[in-house]
């Protein structure tokens, strides 16, 4: 049951354009949209979420932070490589107003010092907004990688992921491997400043990061808000809400 003590918890929103060819329904007209398992995921935490559209003013940024407990950067389409100083050459779907959007976001909700938790394209964004890059194509970048994105039928691909150093995460999931799902084609190559590696695959694809500075600012690539199944994933979602309160999400202002 949600009471006054329950945080707000934002999430990052997709962009479907006005002309987007795979809706039937408000053509013409863009639209703003969430899978509903990030909702379940904050719900199961105990937190009350709230759909992030992309601001085109982002002078807002700072007056919406404030508002919220914590940060839910999403998954999605891949990052703009200008973003990180690369052509394109495999990145497919890119919208620079999403990518900007987040990218601030981050950095005023680290200001601020909320709780940020930032899934799949979200880890990839947390890595660009403190000046890292990417691999733009796991299977052409990296030999030997293993199958990261989604079986043709829709079926989540799954693949065993090792947690490298004490974090939050051994705590939670309580053992060196875990089973993680597994839906991308590129990821965290050099890690931005003040990041550090918590978990990889086999292949030395980066699964988890966060900023141990910071009071809590982690990354995961797989997507633990499609595995509520999993009681683990559940304390995930349990822990970051607990980080989000508000009375936990002081100001600070540099």
């Known amino acids: 049951m949600k009471t006054r003590m329950s945080p707000v918890v934002g999430i990052s929103a997709n962009i479907s354009l006005a002309d987007d060819e795979k809706r039937s329904f408000s053509k013409g007209t863009e639209l703003h949209y969430l899978q509903e398992h990030y909702i379940r995921f904050v719900e199961a935490g105990d ?21 919220l407990g914590g940060l839910i950067v ?25 990518d900007r959007f987040e990218t601030a976001l981050i950095r005023e909700a680290r200001r601020q010092d909320r709780a940020i938790l930032c899934i799949c394209r979200g880890i990839q964004v947390l890595n660009i907004a403190l000046g890292g890059n990417l691999y733009q194509d796991i299977p052409t970048q990296i030999k030997g990688a293993l199958r990261h994105h989604r079986w043709e039928d829709g079926k989540e691909t799954l693949h065993q992921t090792r ?32 990041l550090v590696v918590l978990a990889e695959a086999a292949d030395g694809v980066v699964e988890a990061v966060e900023c141990p500075e910071d009071r809590c600012t982690i990354g995961v690539q797989w997507h633990p ?12 979602a349990r822990w970051f809400v607990n980080q989000a309160k508000c009375e936990k999400a002081k100001k600070r202002l540099k």
């Open 74 to 98: 999403s998954g999605g389409v891949d990052v703009d490589p200008s973003l990180y100083g690369e052509a394109n050459t495999h990145s497919k779907g890119c919208d620079l107003r999403r």
């Open 225 to 236: 808000e499609r595995m509520l199944k999993d009681p683990k994933q559940v304390e995930l």
């Open 47 to 67: 937190g009350i979420p709230l759909l992030l559209p992309p601001l085109e003013d982002l002078d807002m940024i700072p007056a919406l932070i404030q508002r």
């Open 163 to 194: 947690l490298t150093r004490k974090s939050v995460l051994t705590e939670l999931f309580g053992q060196e491997e875990i089973n993680t799902n597994s839906s991308h084609h590129q990821s965290v190559r050099e890690v931005g400043e003040g």
